[in-house]
């Protein structure tokens, strides 16, 4: 689209005027210039190193750190590789997760030893599991499966194809679920 706009007036400054413009310019600028390196100037108020130095804010850190006891558990959420997690507790709380460093010191049934390579091992699933614990969806009644405990009150036959569908082995996720006990031996249906 074809611009309306009147052209911009051309002011005339003569050569002369405009050098001495710029020398007044340059000038307030090094003035300006010597004005803040005044503030870069060193102070001299002794040596740093002989003053005390205020190390209160490594209180915080070692505060969030603190804990009043610790054990080792088996992390096995529904996988294989069942690793070994420190808990650190503190106010009977699991606070946090860490590794034992200590796969290559022991062995399976068969003798066979972990090499020191495999610390540490656990995963971000492991080190956090312990959130699951407390978490508004932790498990928290011992349950089971209503087509596995009738499974085990027939003797545990053998899952052939017919048995797999009568105990709902077939049917993971629309079985029911029941409390395998409250008190007095009382199997109740949630
Ligand atoms: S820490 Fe991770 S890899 Fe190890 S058992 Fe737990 S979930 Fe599995």
Redesign the pocket.
């Known amino acids: 689209m074809k611009s309306h706009r009147p052209p911009a007036a051309r002011i005339e400054i003569p050569r002369r005027q405009f050098l001495q413009f710029l020398g007044v310019g340059a000038a307030v600028s090094l003035s300006g210039l010597q004005a803040a390196c005044t503030l870069l100037q060193p102070v001299d108020d002794g040596n740093p190193l002989a003053r005390k130095v205020s190390r209160e804010w490594e209180k915080i850190y070692h505060d969030q750190y603190r804990y009043d006891s610790s054990f080792d558990w088996v ?3 529904n ?1 294989t ?3 070994r ?1 420190r808990a650190y507790v503190r106010n009977g709380i699991v606070v946090r997760s860490g590794a034992t460093y200590d796969y290559q010191k022991y062995a399976d049934l068969y003798g066979n030893h972990a090499s020191i390579n495999w610390n540490p ?3 971000a ?2 080190y956090t ?1 312990h959130r699951v614990l407390y978490g508004p969806y932790r498990l928290r009644h011992p349950i089971v499966r209503k087509g596995w405990k009738a499974w085990a009150e027939a003797g545990f036959p053998e899952l052939t194809a017919e048995n797999k569908d009568k105990f709902l082995f077939t049917h993971r996720g629309e079985d029911k679920f029941l409390f395998t006990h409250r008190g007095d031996d009382e199997f109740i249906q949630i």
Do not use: L
């Open positions: 992390c096995s959420p996988d590789h069942a690793c997690i091992r656990q995963c699933k492991g599991f």
